[in-house]
RNA sequence: GGUGCCAUCGCCAAGUGGUAAGGCCGCAGCCUGCAAAGCUGCUAUCCCCAGUUCAAAUCUGGGUGGCACCUCCA
């Protein structure tokens, strides 16, 4: 497969440094708040390339960590007058049960920041042994951005010399203002930690580093991990800064292959805890099925900006609900698994750096071949087998018709409307029955008016939740 | 200001040298008591200008217009 390396800005053949092992780290989610869209979108991306990683035959490790260390949790401590792990525990909880519902996949590995300490203090007293790191007077840890020569070579930025100058007034005890912390020394009674370096906080772009060493890398090895991907806003400069410390303070460079996935807009406009327009996923799973959601952060390509809103999201819907009506002719048949073109026109497509848009093609056009086929008469029982284990393929790759599609099309509805809907249908099919077709279509219209499709069939009236 | 990305049908969106995938919407038809669903058919020469080439949406140069990062952020 080939993968848009975000470091070397091209698109590259992937090759795994162990034939078979891929090991890929994702930055997951502070948790001082419930996530947002872009959350899932990161979240969803990665699911997608761990899946199509494992079908490919790969053995997958997959570690997405928790920072539950952070300035704004602990300052949400404090005013909630709770500890941090309070915080941290429900965010993390939340965040969980959020993402399930997007059927994103639990990573192999879940490292939380603060059951690493002791991988941070080890990089930060091999930084200091090394030379690549200082200790100021003020009990900070430092890193000492010009002992490293290929800083910013990953995010490839120049430095400027106005913005140098600028910064060095604000922090006078940096060496230079490039430098970046990796022990914040806390000197009052707020919620710290003890390092060896005194009381105190590890510094943002640590933890990624630590724990990739202490989960994911093999000391020998040219890279402590395969892929290390996450939201594009993180190239400069975490990235940067995780890839100096790894680099300095280990035997490996930190990532094969770097992988940076597209923000999410909506309606036109940067989504940003300042500009107050955060579009948490919990409100979201509220209106919309977890699938749909899935479906639609997922129909762009990943490192497309994505540009949220309602319209396209119900386009999205009525894309899904083809898959499900698919599944609905073939409902209650069972199957083997069998292999088939498709299977593998659409794992080659996803192996194109995950060419997500040439695979709803071809699922598209699977869908309206199967149609047209049991559109004519016969009992194409060879096409329905196909058919069946396209389908599964489908939602194992990609997660795409997961349930039951009666569930699926009703989505939201309470049950004392279905019941309704239910008696209002029997109704109408004895209307129907003595052609009092007056009757029948008012009925009908009663029935369109709760907000749903009503289909008639051979086998009898079914409605779709529109 | 620095760095980088993007510009394809009404909307969403693939395609990185050989003559424009797919979805939504729309129109016509088949099916249907009528619908819905499904199926069939129809709908773009790729922001502008110049260049390279037998051949360019796809490469080069110049415009114009969007956007992102440079500060915590997926």
Redesign the pocket.
């Known amino acids: 497969m080939t993968l848009y390396d975000s470091a070397k800005?091209t698109?590259r053949e992937f090759i795994p440094q162990v034939e078979g092992k891929v090991s890929l780290y994702v930055?997951?989610?502070?948790v001082y708040d419930d996530a947002?869209?872009?959350?899932a979108?990161?979240a969803l991306v990665f699911d997608l390339l761990s899946r199509v990683l494992s079908a490919n035959g790969y053995e997958v490790t997959y570690a997405r960590n928790i920072?539950d260390i952070?300035?704004?949790i602990i300052n949400k401590a404090v005013e909630q007058n709770k500890t941090i792990k309070e915080i941290t525990d429900f965010y993390t909880d939340a965040y969980h049960k959020e993402m399930a519902l997007l059927g994103v996949k639990r990573p192999d590995i879940e490292p939380k920041a603060t059951e690493s300490l002791d991988a941070m203090y080890a990089l930060i007293q091999k930084l200091l042994d090394n030379k690549h790191a200082y200790k100021t007077d003020d009990g900070d840890v430092y890193f000492d951005t010009s002992s490293d020569s290929d800083y910013l070579t990953l995010?490839?930025?120049?430095q400027?010399e106005?913005?140098k100058l600028q910064?060095v007034e604000s922090s006078s005890h940096k060496k230079n203002p490039a430098d970046?912390a990796l022990w914040k020394s806390v000197k009052d009674d707020s919620i710290t930690f003890d390092s060896p370096f005194g009381k105190g906080r590890p510094g943002?772009?640590l933890e990624c580093s630590a724990m990739i060493e202490k989960h994911l890398s093999k000391p020998e090895a040219k890279f402590a991990v395969d892929i290390h991907g996450?939201?594009?806003?993180?190239?400069?400069?975490?990235h940067e800064n995780e890839a100096a410390q790894t680099r300095c303070g280990t035997n490996h460079a930190l990532a094969a292959y770097w992988m940076?996935?597209?923000?999410?807009?909506i309606d036109?406009?940067?989504?940003?805890?300042?500009l107050g327009n955060s579009f948490f996923l919990k409100d979201a799973l509220k209106i919309y099925d977890g699938e749909v959601l899935r479906f639609y952060l997922l129909?762009?390509?990943y490192?497309?900006?994505?540009?949220f809103?309602e319209?396209?999201l119900?386009?999205?819907k009525?894309?899904l609900?083809?898959i499900y009506?698919?599944k609905k002719r073939l409902f209650d048949m069972t199957h083997e698994d069998e292999k088939t073109d498709f299977q593998e026109e659409l794992l080659a497509?996803l192996n194109?750096?995950l060419?997500?848009?040439?695979s709803?093609?071809l699922?598209?056009?699977m869908?309206?071949?199967?149609?047209?086929t049991?559109?004519t008469p016969g009992k194409h029982k060879e096409l329905k087998r196909e058919t069946l284990s396209n389908l599964a393929y489908i939602k194992k790759l990609l997660g795409f018709g997961v349930k039951n599609p009666y569930e699926h099309f009703q989505f939201g509805v309470d049950e004392e409307i279905k019941e309704e809907i239910k008696a209002l249908i029997q109704k109408?099919d004895e209307a129907?029955k003595v052609?009092d077709?007056?009757a029948?279509?008012a009925l009908?219209d009663e029935i369109l008016a709760y907000g749903v499709?009503?289909?008639?069939?051979p086998h009898g009236?079914f409605w779709?939740k529109i």
């Not at 947002?36 to 959350?39: A, I, K, N």
């Not at 996450?230 to 975490?238: R, S, T, V, Y």
């Not at 490192?303 to 540009?307: A, C, D, E, I, T």
């Open positions: 800005k698109k930055c997951g989610p502070t947002h869209l872009g959350h979108k990161s920072t952070d300035d704004k995010s490839k930025r120049v400027d106005s913005e910064r970046f943002w772009h996450g939201g594009a806003d993180l190239l400069f400069p975490h940076h996935n597209g923000f999410v807009n036109g406009q940067k989504m940003s805890k300042s129909s762009t390509h490192r497309s900006n994505f540009n809103n319209e396209d119900a386009t999205a009525k894309r609900d083809k009506r698919l497509a194109d750096d060419n997500i848009s040439a709803l093609a699922i598209d056009e869908i309206t071949r199967a149609n047209e049991l559109d109408r129907k052609k077709f007056a029948s279509d009908r499709n009503l289909m008639d069939t009236s779709e």
